[in-house]
């Protein structure tokens, strides 16, 4: 287990997505995103009924967590989050997002993960305004920031997220507090600058790390770089 201590609050860290990976071979998947650069792995969970889609779950993780030191990143897009969390925290995941718009008590699940003793992150949904969040900034490690409809990879970037990200951020700042703030959904080396200007500083890519052309090493120095322009527009 990773604590969320080593990992830079700070700096811009490229989170490569596995649901883009090829799942015919996913320990050779994460052992390259690893040698491309990447430190942090995230893991899209879906349950078919809090997002249309089902991808996967425990016993992934479980087997991932066997060879892979990456730190793991799950992105739980799943009802009933509180009820999941420890089957989540034991398979290897080092943090655990989840959803504001979920049906259980934020406060409760957060209570709960940090019970469990693992970092702890929420999310919002494109419909879900900045001010939503604001209650449990000082609660989390993590806010992630949704830039495409969650349940699907390789969707279009919603540009119209950025006002809501850099208010977020410029709250976190005037707080001061030492939030990460992630973001998800069509970031790749077109998007990522506009991201990390607006103060986002994770950057999740799936199809852009996991099918780039030129490789992952490229795509991940290319996300990297984005670094140059972080929290440019928030002030
Ligand atoms: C969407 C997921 C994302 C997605 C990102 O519901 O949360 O993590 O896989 O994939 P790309 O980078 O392809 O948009
Ligand atoms: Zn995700």
Known sequence: MHSIADIPRDE?????????????????????????????LHLDVMDGHFVPNISFGVPVIKSLRKQSDLFFDAHLMISHPKQYAKVFSDAGSDLITFHLESDDDPDEVIDELKRLGVAAGISLKPGTSAEKIFPYLDRVDLVLVMTVEPGFGGQHFMHEMMPKLAAIRREIKRRALPV???????????TAEEVAAHGGNWL?????????PEGMKNAVEKLKSAYRVFDRETI
Not at 180 to 190: Q, R
Not at 206 to 211: D, E, K, Y
């Open 12 to 40: 811009v860290v490229v989170a490569p997505s596995l649901l883009a990976a090829d799942f015919n071979r996913l320990g050779e998947e994460c052992a390259a995103a690893a040698a491309a650069g990447a430190k942090v």
């Open 180 to 190: 990460i703030l992630e973001v998800d959904g069509g970031v790749a080396p077109a």
């Open 204 to 212: 999740v890519a799936g199809t852009a790390v996991f099918r780039a």
